[in-house]
C-alpha cells in the first residue's frame, strides 16, 4: 500500500527566512506527489505536484518542491518566508482513479 | 464558477440520528471524493466516485453510504449517526483527462455527533 509520511507536527520559522516542509513517501512505481495547504475553517488549495521531469517542481505563492527519489523525499520549500504562510500543510501521493493518500499534515508558523 | 460547494456548513446531531451532506460542482468532472479530517490524523477517503450511478468504497466506508445519480451532485449518508463520526467532511472533484491530477476541494462540512 503506498502512503507518505510528514514527520514533523509543527514547524515553527521566522518571517524572512527559508522554510523546509518534510515528506517522505513509499510507493511501488512511480511516484505521483502532492501539496496542498489548508488555511483556517477553509478547504485544501493545490500547491503543486510532481508527476515526471525536472526534480524542483515550482508552485503557487513563490512554493517548490524537490524530489529525491534515492530518498524518497518530497520536501516542501519556500526561500524566504511570510507571515500569510502559516497555515496546515499537506502531502500526498496518488493511487487508482485519482484517488489520493495524504500524510498526517504540518503545521506552519511563521513568526513575525 | 462556484467551483465545489458542499452543504450544510455545520450540523450537530443526536447519536441514532440521520442526515445527508450535498456536494455539488460545476467544472464537469467525472471523479468526486468524500474524506473525513481528523485531527492528528490527515484526510482519510470515504468513499468515492469515477462516474454518474457508479460509487465506491475507500479507507473508511464504514457507517457512510453514497449516492451519485447526477455527474455534479454526491451525497454522503449517515444512516445512525455515532459520536465517532464527529468530524470534518470534505467533498473534492477532479477530471479524468490525462495530465488534470489535482483535486478540487470544497469549504468543508464540520459536524459534531453528541
Known amino acids: 500500500a503506498q502512503s507518505v509520511a510528514q514527520p514533523e507536527d509543527q514547524v515553527n520559522v521566522a518571517e524572512g527566512n527559508p522554510l523546509t516542509v518534510k515528506c517522505t513517501y513509499s510507493?511501488?512505481?512511480?511516484?505521483?506527489l502532492f501539496w496542498y495547504v489548508q488555511y483556517p475553517n477553509r478547504g485544501l488549495q493545490f500547491l503543486l505536484k510532481?508527476?515526471?521531469?525536472?526534480?524542483l517542481v515550482k508552485g503557487s505563492y513563490g512554493f517548490e518542491a524537490e524530489f529525491n527519489k534515492s530518498q524518497t523525499s518530497f520536501h516542501l520549500k519556500k526561500p524566504s518566508a511570510l507571515v500569510s504562510d502559516s497555515a496546515l500543510y499537506f502531502c500526498?501521493?496518488?493511487?487508482?482513479?485519482?484517488?489520493?493518500?495524504f500524510g498526517t499534515g504540518t503545521r506552519l508558523t511563521i513568526i513575525p | 464558477n462556484a467551483g465545489v460547494t458542499q452543504t450544510p456548513k455545520f450540523r450537530v446531531l443526536k447519536t441514532g440520528q440521520s442526515m445527508t451532506l450535498l456536494c455539488a460542482q460545476d467544472?464537469?468532472?467525472?471523479?468526486m471524493y468524500w474524506y473525513r479530517q481528523d485531527p492528528g490524523m490527515g484526510l482519510r477517503l470515504i468513499h468515492y466516485?469515477?462516474?454518474?450511478?457508479?460509487?465506491a468504497k475507500g479507507e473508511v466506508p464504514d457507517g457512510y453510504n453514497v449516492s451519485r445519480l447526477k455527474k455534479q451532485n454526491f451525497l454522503l449518508g449517515l444512516e445512525s449517526a455515532a459520536p465517532s463520526q464527529t468530524s470534518v467532511y470534505f467533498c473534492?472533484?477532479?477530471?479524468?483527462?490525462?495530465?488534470?491530477?489535482?483535486?478540487?476541494f470544497g469549504p468543508g462540512t464540520r459536524l459534531t455527533v453528541t
Open positions: 473534492a472533484s477532479t477530471s479524468r483527462l490525462a495530465g488534470a491530477y489535482e483535486q478540487y
Open positions: 510507493v511501488s512505481g512511480n511516484p505521483y
Open positions: 510532481y508527476i515526471t521531469g525536472d526534480n
Open positions: 500526498a501521493v496518488r493511487g487508482a482513479y485519482e484517488k489520493l493518500t
Open positions: 467544472m464537469n468532472h467525472e471523479y
Open positions: 466516485s469515477v462516474g454518474e450511478g457508479t460509487t
